[in-house]
């Protein structure tokens, strides 16, 4: 659960296929970062295009939207984006279209070249998913050169500053 600190909406990527409002097909998931423990949280209501089988969400989508939440939490903690090294998903229960999801990260083990996160999907107290998630810090330039397509919007200002 989140602690009591602010909470800051981070930035996007207009294309990202998760977190992008320019993609047509994408999940367009707004994601927030507790500034007081490092976690972060969203929330998804799949829809039909998200299905495996009639009103059942894909499994792919949930450990897209798992990765998407575990690398926010590594790349904030280390303020330098970061790309997934592995990615486990223990998946507990069927994921339903309309019914809202709550999808929340956090950081394990933190090292300069390596960051462990782990993150849950759930619906009320009901669990659907589980990951862990390993992720490496970009090197400073490639990481500079995507701080610098992050779009430009007053509600993530804060925490993209931060980023910079």
């Not at 507990?92 to 849950?120: F, M, Y």
């Not at 500079?144 to 007053?154: I, K, M, S, W, Y």
Request: hydrophobic residues 45%.
């Amino acid at each position: 659960m989140l602690g009591r600190m602010a909470r800051l909406q981070l930035p996007r990527t207009a294309g990202c296929l998760v977190c992008g409002r320019d993609n047509p097909v994408g999940l367009k998931l707004t994601s927030f970062v507790d500034e007081g423990t490092g976690a972060v949280s969203a929330d998804f209501v799949p829809s039909d295009h998200h299905i495996g089988f009639a009103g059942v969400l894909h499994g792919g989508v949930l450990a897209t939207v798992l990765d998407e939440i575990m690398v926010w939490c590594a790349t904030w903690h280390g303020k330098r984006f970061c790309l997934a090294a592995e990615l486990s998903v223990r998946f507990r229960s069927p994921g339903r279209v309309g019914v809202p999801l709550r999808v929340e990260g956090r950081i394990e083990i933190a090292r300069s070249k390596l960051i462990t996160t782990t993150g849950t999907i759930t619906v009320g107290d009901a669990l659907v998913a589980e990951g862990a998630g390993k992720y490496i810090p970009l090197p400073e330039a490639e990481n500079l050169a995507f701080v610098a397509t992050l779009v430009d919007d007053p509600a993530s200002s804060e925490a993209a500053s931060r980023l910079k």
